[in-house]
């Protein structure tokens, strides 16, 4: 089990998931319109905040959320440095502190594939919470276990846990999540939207 708050206070996270430019999944879910101009954007699982504040830069209004105070030390100092306003929140993402259909787009990228099985009911719960009707939830994960490092992102690790009516995905679509020192992670990308009303 990762300890995530000590992976920020030691620097460790750097050798791992922090990423020297934006995500490009999320710059082409905001260049392609579904998100509003003066949309609301949710980075889960937002880590040292390089997404959030990217999407910030971009005139999105935008909450990061992420475990690790540290993580959150380190995204608030980031965005200050980079001259954008991000509303930063320690919590967990299957307890978003963010009010009820506030949300255009939720961005997931590497962190459902971390939370238990017995868990996801919640994390879904609350993303069909916080999304408005018609919002999104950019979910990018690992497509394989790993040796059982991660619960990977494919149908029958998600679709039982969708709750009915509320949420609904598009379909799997296989990519390689980068990352910086020619390290590769295969992944999925999957759509999912609140359609209720």
Same mark, same amino acid.
């Given at each position: 089990m990762i300890d995530w708050n000590d992976a920020y206070v030691t620097g460790a996270y750097r050798q791992h998931w922090d990423f020297s430019h934006p995500s490009q999944e999320l710059a082409t879910a905001l260049a392609s319109g579904l998100v509003p101009v003066d949309g609301v954007v949710l980075d889960i699982g937002c880590g040292a905040g390089r997404d959030a504040i990217f999407a910030a830069q971009c005139g999105f209004e935008v909450f990061g959320v992420d475990l690790s105070p540290q993580a959150i030390a380190?995204?608030?100092?980031? $965005?200050?440095?980079?001259?954008?306003?991000?509303?930063?929140?320690?919590?967990? $993402? @299957?307890?978003?502190?963010?009010?009820?259909?506030?949300?255009?787009?939720?961005s997931d990228r590497g962190?459902?594939?971390?939370?238990?099985?017995?868990?996801?009911?919640?994390?879904?719960a609350e993303v069909a919470?916080?999304?408005?009707?018609?919002?999104?939830?950019?979910?990018?994960?690992?497509?394989?276990?790993?040796?059982?490092?991660? @619960?990977?992102?494919?149908?029958? @690790?998600?679709?039982?846990?969708?709750?009915?009516?509320?949420?609904?995905?598009?379909?799997?679509?296989?990519?390689?999540?980068?990352?910086?020192?020619?390290?590769?992670?295969? $992944?999925?990308?999957?759509?999912? @939207?609140?359609t209720s009303s």
């Open positions: 380190i995204a608030r100092k980031q $965005a200050q440095a980079a001259g954008v306003k991000v509303e930063w929140q320690v919590g967990s $993402a @299957t307890q978003l502190p963010i009010p009820d259909t506030a949300i255009d787009l939720a962190c459902l594939h971390h939370i238990p099985v017995a868990e996801r009911p919640s994390y879904f919470r916080v999304l408005k009707v018609n919002g999104r939830l950019l979910l990018r994960g690992a497509a394989s276990d790993l040796d059982n490092f991660f @619960t990977p992102i494919l149908p029958e @690790t998600i679709d039982p846990f969708l709750p009915d009516n509320r949420l609904q995905r598009g379909p799997f679509i296989p990519i390689v999540i980068m990352a910086d020192g020619n390290k590769e992670l295969a $992944a999925n990308i999957v759509w999912i @939207t609140n």
